[in-house]
Structures are given as structure tokens and as C-alpha cells.
């Protein structure tokens, strides 16, 4: 309880910005009912682990860290376990962790203050039911985040690419309608808030059943004080040509894609059901470049899927040094339950120390990309919005239009605020600079 007696709760998130979206949607609910959110664990009359789970090591360290919540725990404390690794384990969770009273898969939030009130009674109970319908449109999220905000579009997904535990863990794919993520754009934009990433697992497959992605493009970017719109992550086979048109032609949409190729290698990229190949991934990048010149490009990369030889190692290699990816997101492949993946001939797993030595490999190739185009940003000027405090000693930190971070130093009244800033420096991933001038010549915001 807090000092008014209203009740507790406390969520950590894992995972993907699904997770940070559906934990603020969390929130709002239970606050609504008369929960005070708090910022950890100790005390707390509920705590709600929301989780992932898109990797076995995933997996593990919520499982750790559920351990080590055993010690937060009063006696009336309500233990809860939500997101996606709740939806694939559902009633086994609770036999393997004791102290969990609370299992509820992504499309279960809803009964979240019922289940609780049933767990301080000493019920135990799982619900992961999917919900087709359930957008959660009555929830009023509950940010934490007074600059950027994430609105979800979309919820599960319909590809079947074989590693992917997420069709399973979040359903068939639903779009919201597309007045109610014009009026939630325009509910974070009164609070002051400028920037908006908008979300779902494939969100350029964007379609209400009138809107498509274009549509939801441009109507977002028209919000009166939206000055930034991102979107994350697409999948290569959406990307329409009026799509790509409307990121061009809509000003507040930033000149950053992250675009998962997964694999260089066609064959791998099959295996995978990815339903694209190389090619098709190198035409995709070539006609978003030509649309928004000097657009920032990342990716995610998986290493050691089955049946990757070295050839098609190499293929993924020779990918990221041909496009050139300003970042990526790399990842030894993790065999999930369920997925198609299981069903691969076991003679075509790729050995541990194979996976590890490609992942050193991989890495070391985006980090010399990502470096020499960082140096050789050192000088030019950028607009940058300011976020947050930075980790490192009083620095604040923020980014530019195409995703790179900026520490400066600076008042956190600067929060929040749009500037040129000069880079004058880089660990090789992140930039330091110097503010030149408040971000006037471009239409401030509100
Ligand atoms: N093993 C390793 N990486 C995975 N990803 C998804 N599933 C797996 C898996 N089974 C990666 C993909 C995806 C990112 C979010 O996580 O690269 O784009
Ligand atoms: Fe997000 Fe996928 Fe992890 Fe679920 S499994 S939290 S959708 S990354």
C-alpha cells in the first residue's frame, strides 16, 4: 500500500517495444481500478513480470530473475507473469515457479484486476485465451515517457517464418482502425509529446479493412504537433510503392528504416520462410533509398538457422558489407518449441561453437561498418531531439533524425526540446556533441 492506502504494482518489462507498449497499457488499466504504479519491486503489492519469449536465454533470465523476486515478496504479495513467454507455457509456469499465482498471455490484460483480486485470495490462475477483437481500445496507457511515445497498430502476427515463436505467443494478426490511432496520436501530442513509433510485429502490413500503411502514414504525420514518426519493425515483402511514397512525401516520417533481412543467403532465407529473396531484399533497399536519399538503414540478423552452410554464412557476410547497414541487431539462432524450425532434420543443426564463431564474425563486421561511417560523420550537424538522462555522468541523451544517439551536455530542461547539434565525437556505435543552436529553423512543435 501506499501512503493514501491505494494498492501497488510494479511490472518488468522484457523484450521487444510490444512488451514496453502493452506493460503502459497495463498500467493505465490497474490504475484506473485504483493501483499506484511504483518504480520497483520492493513493497509492491502486485508485481507483474512481462515477458519474452523470443530466445531461450530470453526465457532463462526472467526465469532467474523470478528467482530473486522471492525475496521482495511480503506474505500477501501477488506474483504475476504476463506476455509472451506466459502465453507459451501457460499452466506449466505455474508448476515450475511456486510462488507465481498469475499466468496471462498478451490478449488477457483485461481481466488482470479480477485475476488479481482471485490471487489475494489465494487463487491460482492462467489465461492465455487469444481475443481477436482485443485492441485494449478502452485502456488509457500509462506512460512513463514525456517525450516519445509508442502506439501499438497492430497486434500478432500472419507470417510463419519457422524460428519465430511470435505467431504463437501473440496470434493471428489484427490492425487497429485507423481513427482510433489518429486519436490516440492526437491524446500523446496534447500531452506535449513530438515524436510516435508506431507499432506491430509486420506494422507495414498495416490494414484496417480501408487504410492501408500509406494511409496510416500520412494521417499520423498530419497530427498538429507531431514533429517525429517512426515505425517498427516492417517486413520487406510489405513495402508498397505507395507506402515508400508516403514516407517520403510525409515530413515528420525520419529517414530510418529497420528492416530485418534475417539472412543474405536465398536458400537460408527459405528455409527460413521469410518469402523474399536476396535479391528481392537488395531491390526493397534500392527502392527505399531512391525514394528518401541518405535514409538510415538497420537490420536484425539471425546466425547458425539450420542447414546454414559456410557459403551461406558468407552470403550474409557479403550482404551487410553490399547494403551497407548503418547498425544491426545480430542473433544466434535458439530453437523454440513449436516452431516449424523443430521439424528441420536434426543432421542440419549448426554446431554451438560453428553459431558462436559466425555470431564473432557477424559482429565484428557491423561494428567496423558502423564505426568508419560514424567517424567519418564527425563535424556535421544534426537535429536532435533530447530524450533523457543519460546513463553516463550527467550527460543527457537524445537522437537524430536517423536514429544515431547523441550525448550533450545540458540542463534537463532541455528535455523534451529539439537542437543542431555538431558531433564531435564517437565510441564508434554512439556520438558525443556539442549543442549549436535551438532547432528554429524548422516548425517548432505544439
Ligand atoms: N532465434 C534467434 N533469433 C530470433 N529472432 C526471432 N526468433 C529468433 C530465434 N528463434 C530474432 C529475429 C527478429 C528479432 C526480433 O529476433 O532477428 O527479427
Ligand atoms: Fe516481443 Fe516477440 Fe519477445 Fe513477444 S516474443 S516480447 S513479440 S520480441
Given at each position: 500500500m501506499n501512503a493514501e492506502g491505494r494498492p501497488t504494482v510494479y511490472i518488468e518489462t522484457y523484450g521487444c517495444q510490444m512488451n514496453v507498449s502493452d506493460s503502459e497499457l497495463m498500467y493505465g488499466h490497474l490504475e484506473a481500478v485504483g493501483y499506484t504504479p511504483v518504480g520497483g519491486p520492493d513493497g509492491a503489492d502486485v508485481i507483474l513480470v512481462n515477458t519474452c519469449a523470443i530466445r531461450d536465454h530470453a526465457e532463462q533470465r526472467v526465469l532467474g530473475r523470478l528467482g530473486e523476486l522471492k525475496r521482495f515478496m511480503g506474505r500477501n504479495t501477488v506474483l504475476g507473469v504476463t506476455g509472451c513467454m506466459a502465453q507459451r507455457l501457460g499452466p506449466a509456469l505455474l508448476e515450475r515457479a511456486r510462488h507465481v499465482q498469475l499466468v496471462v498471455g498478451p490478449?488477457?490484460?483485461?481481466?488482470l484486476p479480477a485475476l488479481i483480486e482471485g490471487a489475494r485470495k489465494g487463487e491460482r490462475a492462467t489465461k492465455v485465451e487469444f481475443d481477436l477483437?482485443?485492441?485494449?481500445?478502452?485502456f488509457q496507457a500509462r506512460r512513463f515517457d514525456g517525450v516519445r511515445a509508442w502506439i501499438p497498430v497492430q497486434r500478432g502476427c500472419d507470417y510463419k517464418c519457422t524460428y519465430c515463436i511470435v505467431p504463437m505467443t501473440r496470434g493471428a494478426e489484427r490492425s487497429r482502425t485507423l481513427a482510433d490511432v489518429e486519436r490516440e496520436a492526437c491524446t500523446v501530442a496534447e500531452q506535449g509529446i513530438t515524436e510516435i513509433t508506431l507499432l506491430g510485429q509486420t506494422v507495414n502490413s498495416y490494414h484496417d479493412g480501408a487504410h492501408d500503411f500509406a494511409d496510416l502514414l500520412r494521417s499520423v504525420g498530419r497530427?498538429?504537433?507531431?514533429r517525429r514518426l517512426r515505425f517498427t519493425s516492417p517486413h520487406p515483402n510489405d513495402f508498397t510503392d505507395r507506402a515508400i511514397a508516403a514516407m517520403a512525401e510525409t515530413p515528420a516520417v525520419c529517414e530510418h528504416v529497420h528492416l530485418p533481412?534475417?539472412?543474405?543467403?536465398s536458400r537460408t532465407l527459405k528455409r527460413m520462410l521469410r518469402r523474399y529473396t536476396r535479391e528481392t531484399y537488395f531491390e526493397c533497399v534500392e527502392r527505399i533509398r531512391a525514394a528518401i536519399p541518405g535514409v538510415a538503414l538497420t537490420t536484425d540478423i539471425i546466425v547458425g538457422f539450420p542447414g546454414e552452410t559456410d557459403d551461406e554464412f558468407e552470403e550474409t557476410l557479403s550482404a551487410v558489407r553490399e547494403i551497407g547497414f548503418d547498425d544491426a541487431f545480430t542473433f544466434r539462432f535458439s530453437l523454440r518449441d513449436?516452431?516449424?524450425?523443430?521439424?528441420?532434420?536434426?543432421?542440419l543443426t549448426v554446431p554451438d561453437d560453428v553459431a558462436a564463431d559466425r555470431l564473432d564474425r557477424l559482429v565484428s563486421l557491423v561494428r567496423d561498418g558502423t564505426r568508419a561511417r560514424n567517424l567519418s560523420m564527425l563535424g556535421t550537424r544534426h537535429e536532435v531531439l533530447i530524450e533523457k538522462t543519460a546513463r553516463r555522468g550527467g550527460l543527457l541523451q537524445g537522437r537524430t533524425r536517423h536514429h544515431r544517439t547523441v550525448l550533450v551536455q545540458g540542463?534537463?530542461?532541455?528535455?523534451g526540446k529539439y537542437f543542431t547539434v555538431e558531433l564531435t565525437g564517437t565510441t564508434g556505435s554512439t556520438f558525443t556533441g556539442a549543442i549549436a543552436s535551438a532547432g528554429h529553423a524548422l516548425p517548432l512543435a505544439g
Open positions: 490478449d488477457g490484460y483485461r481481466a477483437e482485443e485492441h485494449y481500445e478502452d497530427t498538429p504537433g507531431i533481412m534475417q539472412s543474405g543467403s513449436g516452431t516449424p524450425a523443430t521439424r528441420l532434420p536434426a543432421h540542463e534537463e530542461s532541455l528535455m
